[in-house]
């Protein structure tokens, strides 16, 4: 039995995975900073984050993991210097613990589309081999992770990043625009806060990344590459808002709200699925009736 260490397994995207490993036949261990309520899995507490290289040392020698997913990160930070400790810092951490470990574990790093930044439209569909140009200091913390595994994958540590885009899918955070626009519908708000809606992004449902995600962790030839995890067609934004507005029967407004405009954001951005086809993974379209469904349902 093929054994996981999990952080972030508690999140959006980490209980997806954790599901996807589970069902697979994975013996899976959660990482987490205190013990999670009404949960049957099994889950090794390692205190307050940051971790550092000792807390990962610990752990790694108490799981004995095949693979270390790793899984936590933060979109939005109090400051740039917290932004950085949780989505650099822990993965160097990590890396150091691997790196010093005598079994070595393999590693899966979440990425993010933000690495990307705002690519020009010759640069489309965002390659794996192409130009990143992140503008946040989310797209930038992510970017330095990935360069910071590619660096150690390069050193004989077998590590690959999974660049995440837009997933979607019932338990989405609710700072997410989608999962935003329907618990403001859940809640009977007559008027519907939005930032830009005429932007076009990847969206995928989140049960099929963390499908491609063990897919690709399960083969050692995958190892020391990046991977788009993306449906590869860009979709507005406005319609999947329209559509969420007419499955809630509700008469709203929509305002634009300036906090949530982002200046310098890419107006399209989308990924190309080449190397995951290449790896022999097809992507489906995401079933967007039934993933609004389940979040206007909360």
Not at 130 to 152: H, N
Request: hydrophobic share 50%; glycine share 10%; net charge positive.
């Amino acid at each position: 039995m093929r054994r996981a260490l999990v952080t972030g397994a508690t999140g959006f995207v980490g209980g997806a995975v954790v599901a996807r490993l589970e069902a697979e036949g994975w013996h899976v261990v959660r990482a987490a900073r205190v013990p999670v309520r009404g949960s049957l899995a099994q889950t090794m507490v390692l205190g307050p984050a940051p971790w550092d290289q000792a807390t990962f040392a610990s752990a790694i020698a108490s799981v004995r993991p095949d693979v270390v997913f790793h899984l936590a990160g933060v979109t939005h930070a109090p400051s740039a210097a917290d932004m950085y400790g949780t989505n650099t810092g822990l993965a160097a951490s990590l890396l150091d613990a691997v790196s010093a470990s005598p079994a070595r574990p393999a590693v899966v790093l979440m990425g993010s589309a933000a690495e990307y930044g705002n690519l020009p439209p010759d640069c489309l569909p965002a390659r794996e081999d192409g130009p990143c140009q992140p503008v946040t200091d989310y797209g930038i913390s992510k970017f330095a992770q990935t360069l910071l595994g590619m660096a150690r994958a390069r050193n004989g540590i077998a590590v690959l990043v999974a660049r995440m885009f837009n997933p979607l899918g019932a338990g989405m955070p609710p700072q997410l625009a989608l999962a935003s626009f329907a618990r403001q519908l859940r809640q009977g708000a007559s008027r519907l806060l939005v930032g830009d809606l005429d932007v076009a992004r990847d969206f995928i449902d989140v049960v099929e990344a963390a499908g491609l995600i063990v897919a690709l962790a399960s083969g050692p030839q995958n190892y020391g590459r990046v991977y788009n995890i993306c449906s590869g067609t860009a979709v507005v934004l406005r319609p999947l808002v329209e559509e969420l507005i007419g499955l809630s029967g509700q008469a709203v407004q929509l305002v634009v709200d300036r906090e949530r405009l982002r200046p310098g954001e890419a107006r399209v951005l989308f990924g190309d699925t080449a190397r995951l086809r290449a790896a022999g993974l097809s992507v489906g379209a995401p079933d967007f009736a039934a993933l609004l469904a389940k979040l206007i349902a909360g």
